[in-house]
């Protein structure tokens, strides 16, 4: 590396550590109090969600909220956005009422990106039970209802939200403002806040969906990890003062049970006749092959039409020659050419893989018997405990299992249940299915050889510490945290003679860029960007 490099280097290290100096120190994540809403799903029919109000529970609730987090020590100057929905907007003026310090803020900024999620216009509850089951069955994180947005949707707009929170360019709400913000107030919506946890930590889609919703006036806290340069949950901080809650259904496959007789009996008579059917299959493929060939060298400017059917007590299968109807429905076709559709009905009979959906259809729902009579259901409790990659660590699973999948009770007790829980001894844990009858036997199978055998976790992009925006991507944070890792003398006593001057060089040009730097953070370029928000 030259000179210019490592000068350019070191410039580039002190931006990002500039940067982060101005991030608040502490961003803490509210939902709303009690709304009409919640005690009454009743009144979605009639009235828009974004007019819901609170409650006087629900406004008791943010004063009291209020009270608890004017009580944190070090909130500074403080940067508040909330929902442009009215129980928001009404719970940030409880917080004030009950004590929250007014006088500190320094912006109020309304932002529709971290409003409730659209579930259309109106909500009849004939309609919400309907989506129940719908719901279900395409998956709660994407499915959408009429008129709606789904999770996924939500998800992309919080994400937004975060870059432009943390972020740099025209659209940063921090960053380049005159003045440094030492707490970040988000006033939200309990799935919200689920969201930008999500996006923050890069949690999987199933990881979202195993989190409990906060209760109304709960939050979260955010804090920076100086030395990751990254945020971080602060249980201690945040009220409840643990993590957020989160379960997850497994199913256990244990290596003391088997499967039933009868369910082995079924499969091997399934196998056999599949077996045999490809067999056939391929016997019949040789015979057309061959007959093609004759047929193609004894009457070459003949027409001719291949057509072989092989019946079996499920289906009927037939191979289909070149020139056939669009979109394959044809199993016989003529072609206009002598050779042409010999040559192609000969390729096809050959090379061609004979399937029996049916059939196959069952062999699945068998195997996937054999494996549910395997496996004992369980539920991971406190499931964000577990470091990432989650799925993977079965020794941390083990000592959080509470058996059965409907599992009621307060965090507490389930927490209590699992570690009085006689232990599942690793070596008795053969397999983890989460999926359970969301996916095949096959797709189950393929994702439990891929977590055995280790051959996704090592490149799984998953961390326990929260992103900063993807202006500041890992590599560049990498940067910043290699200056804090290494003293400069160590460093210095490893670098040769030409390499030491240019350090000495680049310190002196890196003082001299600091001071400039420092000097147009405390007096930035004004501009008038639009920022597509309303800020008061």
């Known amino acids: 590396m030259g000179l210019l490099d490592e000068t350019i280097l070191m410039m580039e290290r002190r931006r990002l550590q500039l940067r982060w100096q101005r991030l608040p120190s502490r961003i803490i994540l509210l939902r709303h109090g009690q709304s009409e809403g919640n005690v009454n799903p009743g009144i979605y029919s009639f009235k828009g969600d974004s007019r819901l109000e609170l409650t006087p529970k629900g406004l008791e609730e943010s004063q009291q909220a209020g009270a608890r987090l004017a009580k944190l020590e070090g909130l500074g100057k403080i940067f508040v956005a909330v929902s442009p929905f009215e129980r928001c907007q009404q719970t940030l003026y409880g917080l004030f009422e009950g004590g929250f310090p007014r006088d500190q803020v320094g912006v109020l900024h309304h932002d529709p990106r971290i409003r409730e999620q659209e ?3 109106f909500q009849s509850p004939g309609l919400t039970a309907a989506v129940r089951v719908e719901e279900q069955a395409v998956g709660r994180f994407y499915y959408r209802r009429p008129n709606a947005e789904s999770c996924a949707d939500v998800f992309d707009r919080v994400n937004s ?3 432009s929170l943390v972020g740099e360019g025209p659209s940063s709400m921090l960053l380049e403002r005159d003045s440094v913000y030492d707490t970040c107030l988000l006033v939200t919506h309990g799935l919200t806040v689920r969201l930008l946890l999500a996006a923050v930590f890069k949690w999987s889609v199933s990881t979202f969906e195993s989190v409990f919703n906060m209760g109304n006036c709960e939050h979260i806290v955010l804090g920076k990890n100086e030395e990751k340069c ?15 809650w989160a379960t997850r259904p497994v199913w256990i496959r244990l290596r003391n049970k088997t499967p039933k007789e009868d369910t ?18 391929a016997a019949a493929a040789a015979a057309a092959a061959s007959t093609a060939a004759s047929s193609s060298s004894s009457a070459p400017t003949t027409t001719s039409t291949t057509t072989i059917t092989i019946t079996s007590t499920t289906t009927t299968t037939a191979s289909t020659s070149a020139g056939g109807s669009a979109g394959g429905h044809s199993r016989s076709s003529h072609s206009s050419h002598a050779g042409t559709s010999s040559s192609s009905s000969s390729h096809h009979a050959a090379g061609s893989s004979h399937s029996w959906p049916e059939l196959e259809a069952a062999l699945d729902s068998l195997e996937g018997r054999a494996l549910a009579e395997c496996c004992e259901p369980f539920t991971v409790v406190d499931y964000l405990s577990i470091k990432p990659p989650r799925t993977m ?13 409907d599992v009621r009770g307060s965090r507490e007790q389930l927490l209590e249940l699992a570690h009085t829980r006689p232990p599942i001894a690793r070596a008795d844990i053969v397999d983890l299915d989460w999926w359970g009858d969301t996916l095949s036997y096959r797709g189950r199978a393929l994702h439990m050889r891929m977590d055995k055998r280790d051959l996704v976790a090592p490149f799984l992009d998953v961390s326990t510490h929260g992103r900063t925006g993807d202006s500041l991507p890992d590599v560049a944070m990498s940067l910043l945290t290699s200056t804090r890792s290494s003293s400069s003398s160590s ?7 030409r390499s030491r001057m240019s350090r000495d060089i680049t310190d002196e040009m890196m003082s001299s860029y600091a001071s400039v ?11 008038s960007q639009f920022r597509g928000m309303w800020n008061m």
Do not use: T
């Open 264 to 281: 082995l009996r079924k499969l091997e008579q399934l196998r056999a006749l599949i077996n045999s059917q490809r067999a056939h299959a």
């Open 393 to 405: 660590a079965i020794d941390d699973i083990a000592k959080q299992l509470v058996r059965g999948h």
């Open 491 to 497: 460093s210095s006593a490893l670098l040769s003679p």
């Open 230 to 244: 990254c945020y971080e949950i602060l249980p201690q901080e945040s009220h409840p003062a643990h993590m957020p």
């Open 119 to 121: 579930f259309g216009n």
């Open 161 to 163: 939200f975060w870059e």
């Open 517 to 527: 730097g420092e000097s147009f953070i405390q007096h930035p370029i004004q501009g």
